[in-house]
């Protein structure tokens, strides 16, 4: 494997603990009230997992034993999730040098069918600090049935594990907790334990104040968008729409907006809540282009959420109406059996998003609302309603750009690199308890490394229960942005000036050397937040 | 304007200058040879400024006066502009605190207009080390009519000029030379001076070793490539499609190929000499796909230079073709028009490239190459071909992904922001010295900053006439990628392995702090020319 220099020095590099993780070998939980739930009906589910107390930790003499443990990555790419396997690793070792830690090979398949691998010092050495998931690799795969199950089941018997460690989503996260509520009504010894993970930044409570990888991808995509502003008021000719991956969610967008200072952010939460349609959103855009354009300037940077497509709501009624007539119909018949409105909404679109909407469809057969290139729609809605503007004599050419990819994978920033290690060692932590069903918790966030706080928190609680094909199911809540928490508030307070101003920011690239201000910033939204949550329970 | 904390940092940071400029005072140009040109036809365009002799520096006790200096930037951002500019205008300053530098606003429009701006050192300060050409804004206005150039005249004597300084890729340059010899047939004092720029890397030869920008651009697209390849071995699902900007040549290509190994790269110039037809590039590509898919791999990386379409020989003609159908018909009648090799051509692209064909035409109604996608049409042209392929079970999923604008306005690099910085006191010294004609040059790059060269370069001698309108016109050939060169040969004998082994490298964000290995390396393929040339003039 080729490195380059930089990833070399990053090989070199060892991530910052909190105080309390310092003396690992000799920390002991200690159990706060019992846990609740984020919604009804999750206690029924999970009775033996149910109501267990967040722990916190404390020193206290205590004999350790080696311990065996498993790991898997699941779902899409994070920055960070080497490090969470390379914390896991060392604070394993801190507590015998006999501990063993397997890896279950391309996500929670690899649990089921058995393919693993040893994760030694020397496996490990060359993924410290680096980006990707290709240590062990990840998967989509779900842990569902009951064959699924027992599987699992079999799997970490045969391994004797004594903790399993599920880094993924909300939606692994929850597998995680199925599991071991299942593994302890089995009788298995193995515990299971979650770690917060997605770029998108929607996993999130009071107690995770992000996921991992958020941090690093932000600050990729704002580096993008920075240059591309900069460039924008440089040349003066273009509109550059920049779609930013991120799920339902538009905490990425908000981060970014708060970063770089572009001239219109959609929010996809306060399109839902104003109930916007695709009009009203393109009518948003023209007004602003015209504006801008009487006041001589023809260009200008929009970034679009990429899950705005899911709230606007003739959107969503139209896409749900396509996946049922998908389900039966070929692409043509289903079109044919959408309602008025729906058809509507689907006729209005340019060629491009129909093909889209059709042939791009999930493993399910579901429309893959990711992959709408909302950016080239609103090019489109937008170039046709400028003709309708008599009162526009402007000059209207477009860029569509799309930040995704490129932002999963990347060096992880220093937060993101000590985060996770940080992560890593608290699930080494909880399964050195015994605990079940928990995540891995680091708090504190905004403040230095050293002062960071560590916890579990029950899965459960974080969960409410949804009515899918007619039975419970219990689910995670994605985090939404909050319309009336602070980020977004500061948002709408800076947004109007810099529609007209061209206030363009550039974050730079990420740094990893240099003022500790530079390297390890947190980002805008959580300041905000923590600010926010500070003052409140100040006053 | 508001800046980063790393805007900031940059803001403070104290360019390096090679040794002798160190001196700036007290340097006095010593004259070489006279000077020829690269091709016939120039002497006689040329009568006064042809044949002039490269000029290098040494020191000389010696009288400074202050000098009256315009400035322009010419043509699409690069980073590093900010930064001529920035040592320019201290080096006058060297020179006398009476020295008066006027910029000239947004590209040559801004001579033949006069419109101007004073650059005081406060007007400066906020654009030092900054991308962007923001700071005076740039154009494509192209000074060719007698007309345009008796304005230039007029306004450079309105000023009352001593010097021009245009910063600008081949065709700025060529303007330069062609403002030079007409000022001083009007008996004009204003000299005119290029300084070399383009993130291209086109504009180079034995005296200019690299264009400013290139590096930073480079890197840029190269952290994005190397992030989307270690995501690709993550993930293992996709293959990503990306285009890079970089106009006709590879260079760009090139050197992000030998920063990251990715699977795949077209190298237009070996497209142009093999003949390969579009049909010949798909089979390439759909060979590698089936061949990786057996080995277990339905990933993978291409890169596409944007300049590749222009050297598939049916595609060239094709668009010939089409380019003068369009000037007197409709697009559906310039399509009738076509010949039948065009025809085919034509009609065998996939409808969404048929339509940027046909609709994405320049100000002279020409098809605009940069804009075709050709990442799509690659990903359209191999999910045909595929499905022919008997021997191919593999799941074929792809991405387009394009760099470009985000390379052109970074902050940049310690290189480009060093590099510019030289130019700019270069391009004042060849003012200081009342030279006209010549560019900007600094030399032995790879080298550390104090040991630079620094020299003037006649334009006229990177010059050959080409006939256009039964005309002959003054020409800077654009400098492709040299087949026979180092850099190409190594990466032919790279390629083969990195086509099935997956040796992907992430060089990661440009870092401005920390061991100058990582800040300030110079480009790969820069090395590697310097290296053979070194080796050659040796032996």
Redesign the interface.
Known sequence: ???????Q??LAYQPKLPSLLQEFSSLQAIEGEPSSSFGDGVKELFPLTFGQPEVTFSQSEQEREALRVGVVLSG??APGGHNVISGLFDALKKNSADSLLIGFL?GPSGITDDQTVEITEEFLAPFRN?????II??GRTKIETPKQFEASLATVQRHDLDALVVIGGDDSNTNAALLAEYFKKQGCKTTVIGVPKTIDGDLKSDEIEISFGCDTACK?FS??I???L???????K?Y?FVKLMGRSASHIALECAL?T?PNWTFIGEEVAEKGWTLKQLTDQLVDLIVKRSSAGKDFGVVLIPEGIIEFIPEFRKMIDELNSALAENSPEEAVNKLSDPSANCFNGLPE?IQKQLLLDRDPHGNVQVSKIETERLFIETVRDELKKRSDYQGKFAA?P??CG???????PSNFDSDYCYALGHVAALLATCRLTGYMSCVGNLTAPVEEWTISGLPITSLMHTEIRHGKPKPVIAKALTELEGRPFEYFKEQRDAWAMDD?????????????A??TD?PLITLSLERQSKTTCSAG
Chains 1, 2 share one sequence.
């Not at 680096?130 to 290709?134: A, E, K, V």
């Not at 974050?507 to 240099?514: K, M, R």
């Open positions: 494997m080729s490195e380059s220099l930089l990833q020095a990053r899409g790419q391309n680096q980006g990707g998931f290709d690799g990840s990729t580096e993008i920075g240059n591309i900069r460039d924008c008021r440089s040349a003066k273009y550059y970063q200072h491009l860029q750009h799309f990819y490129e932002g999963r994978s990347c060096l206030d363009y920011v550039c974050p730079g690239p990420i740094q990893f050397f240099g003022p201000e530079i910033a």
